[in-house]
C-alpha cells in the first residue's frame, strides 16, 4: 500500500506569511494529489487535484506542485480564514490514502 | 446547490449495529460514484469504502471489509453504508462524498458527518 507523509506536522504563522507544507508519497503517484483544507468540527473542502489545479472558487493565494514523489502546498499570503488543518490524499490506487495531516495556527 | 446530509449515528454497543444514511441534491446522483470516509475523534482522515454508479463496483478498506457493506438507491438520492460487528476503533466521524465526476478518489463534496460512537 502506498503510505502518505505531511510535514510539517504543525506549523505556526501569522497573517501575510508565505506557508509551504510538503507531502511525500511513499512511492510514485504522478499527480494523482489533491489538498484539503478542514476546520475544526467541519467537513473538509478539496482545495487542489492533479497536484496543481486549483477547484473553482478557491483562492488564487493556494497553489500545488509536485509530482512522483514529493509535493507542495503553497498559501502564498495567510489570511485568517486559512488557519485550519490541511490534508494530502492520493488518488492514484483503488485504495486512497490521506496524510497525516498539518495543522497551521497562529504564531 | 450540492447537498448531501448525512443520518444515523449514535451511540451503539461493542458487537452492535448501525446504519448510516446519505441523502443527496442538489446534484445528478446517480451520474457520481461515491464513498464513505472517517475520522475518528482529534485524528486524520480515513477512507472507507467506494460505490460505482450502478452498483457495479464496490470497494472497501482492510479495516471495515467483511463488516461494513456500502450501497445506493439511485430513485431516491441516497447513499448507504451498513456497519456490523461494530468495534471500539470504529467510534469517528463519518461523512460521505461525492467523487469528482470522471475521477475515482477524488472528493469534491462532503457531507457534514454523522457521528458514530461504539461503546459499552
Known amino acids: 500500500d502506498i503510505q502518505m507523509t505531511q510535514s510539517p506536522s504543525t506549523l505556526s504563522a501569522s497573517v501575510g506569511d508565505r506557508v509551504t507544507i510538503t507531502c511525500r508519497a511513499s512511492q510514485s503517484i504522478r499527480t494523482w494529489l489533491a489538498w484539503y483544507q478542514q476546520k475544526p468540527g467541519k467537513a473538509p473542502h478539496l482545495l487542489i487535484y492533479?497536484?496543481?489545479s486549483l477547484k473553482s472558487g478557491v483562492p488564487s493565494r493556494f497553489s500545488g506542485s509536485g509530482s512522483g514523489t514529493e509535493f507542495t502546498l503553497t498559501i502564498s499570503s495567510l489570511q485568517p480564514d486559512d488557519f485550519a488543518s490541511y490534508y494530502c490524499?492520493?488518488?492514484?490506487?483503488?485504495?486512497?490514502?490521506f496524510g497525516p495531516g498539518t495543522k497551521v495556527d497562529i504564531k | 446547490e450540492v447537498q448531501l446530509v448525512e443520518s444515523g449515528g449514535g451511540l451503539v454497543q461493542p458487537g452492535g449495529s448501525l446504519r448510516l444514511s446519505c441523502a443527496a441534491s442538489g446534484f445528478t446522483f446517480s451520474d457520481y460514484t461515491m464513498n464513505w470516509v472517517r475520522q475518528a475523534p482529534g485524528k486524520g482522515l480515513e477512507w472507507i469504502s467506494y460505490i460505482s454508479t450502478s452498483s457495479s463496483t464496490i470497494k472497501y478498506a482492510d479495516s471495515v471489509k467483511g463488516r461494513f457493506t456500502i450501497s445506493r438507491d439511485n430513485a431516491k438520492n441516497s447513499l448507504y453504508l451498513q456497519m456490523n460487528s461494530l468495534r471500539d476503533e470504529d467510534t469517528a466521524v463519518y461523512y460521505c462524498?461525492?467523487?469528482?465526476?470522471?475521477?475515482?478518489?477524488?472528493?469534491?463534496?462532503w457531507g457534514q458527518g454523522t457521528l458514530v460512537t461504539v461503546s459499552s
Open positions: 492533479q497536484a496543481s
Open positions: 462524498a461525492r467523487d469528482q465526476q470522471g475521477t475515482y478518489y477524488l472528493l469534491d463534496y
Open positions: 490524499q492520493q488518488y492514484n490506487t483503488y485504495s486512497p490514502v
